[in-house]
T-cell receptor
C-alpha cells in the first residue's frame, strides 16, 4: 500500500528565509504526488502536483517541488517565505488502484517569525 | 464557479446519536471523496463516489456510510456516534474518475460529539 512520510512535524523560519519541507513516499509505480496547504479552520488548497515529465514542478504562491525517484522524495521549496505562508502543509500520493483517493502525510506545521 | 460547499459548518451531537453531513461538489464534477481529519490520526480517507457508485472505501467501521445522488451531491452518515468521531470532515470533488485529477476541498464540517 502507498504511504507518505513527512519527517518534520513543526518548522520555524524567519520571514524572508528560504524553506524546504520534506516528503518521502512509498509507491509501487510512477506516483501522482501533491502538496496541499491548510490554513486554520479551512479546507485544503492545492499548491502543486506532479504526474510525469519535468521533475521540477512550479506551483502557486511561489512554491516549487522536485521529484526525485532515486530518493522517493518530493520536497517542497520556497526561496523567500512570507508571514502569510504560516499554515500546515500536507504531501499526498494518488491511489494505486485508480480513483481519486489520496493518501496524506501527517503534515508539517510552518511557523514564520517576523 | 462556486467551490465545494459543505453543510453544516459546525455540529454538536451527543454520543449514540446519528448525523448526516452534506457536500455539494463543484458544478460538473462527478467524483466526491470524504476525509476525516483529527489531531491524532491526521487526514484519513473515508470513501469516494463517482456517478453514484462507491469506488473506494477506507478502513472505517460500518457506522460510517455515504451516498451520492444523481446531481453529484453527496451525503455521509455516521450512526451511533462515539466521542472519537469528533473531527473535521472534509469533502473533495474532482472532475474525472482517474487518480490524476485535482481534488478541490470544501471548508469542512466540524463535528463535536459530547
Amino acid at each position: 500500500a502507498q504511504s507518505v512520510t513527512q519527517p518534520d512535524i513543526h518548522i520555524t523560519v524567519s520571514e524572508g528565509a528560504s524553506l524546504e519541507l520534506r516528503c518521502n513516499y512509498s509507491y509501487g509505480a510512477t506516483p501522482y504526488l501533491f502538496w496541499y496547504v491548510q490554513s486554520p479552520g479551512q479546507g485544503l488548497q492545492l499548491l502543486l502536483k506532479y504526474f510525469s515529465g519535468d521533475t521540477l514542478v512550479q506551483g502557486i504562491k511561489g512554491f516549487e517541488a522536485e521529484f526525485k525517484r532515486s530518493q522517493s522524495s518530493f520536497n517542497l521549496r520556497k526561496p523567500s517565505v512570507h508571514w502569510s505562508d504560516a499554515a500546515e502543509y500536507f504531501c499526498a500520493v494518488g491511489n494505486t488502484g485508480g480513483g481519486n483517493k489520496l493518501t496524506f502525510g501527517t503534515g508539517t506545521q510552518l511557523k514564520v517569525e517576523l | 464557479k462556486a467551490g465545494v460547499t459543505q453543510t453544516p459548518r459546525y455540529l454538536i451531537k451527543t454520543r449514540g446519536q446519528q448525523v448526516t453531513l452534506s457536500c455539494s461538489p463543484i458544478s460538473g464534477h462527478r467524483s466526491v471523496s470524504w476525509y476525516q481529519q483529527t489531531p491524532g490520526q491526521g487526514l484519513q480517507f473515508l470513501f469516494e463516489y463517482f456517478s453514484e457508485t462507491q469506488r473506494n472505501k477506507g478502513n472505517f467501521p460500518g457506522r460510517f456510510s455515504g451516498r451520492q445522488f444523481s446531481n453529484s451531491r453527496s451525503e455521509m452518515n455516521v450512526s451511533t456516534l462515539e466521542l472519537g468521531d469528533s473531527a473535521l470532515y472534509l469533502c473533495a470533488s474532482s472532475s474525472h474518475r482517474d487518480r490524476g485529477s485535482e481534488a478541490f476541498f470544501g471548508q469542512g464540517t466540524r463535528l463535536t460529539v459530547v
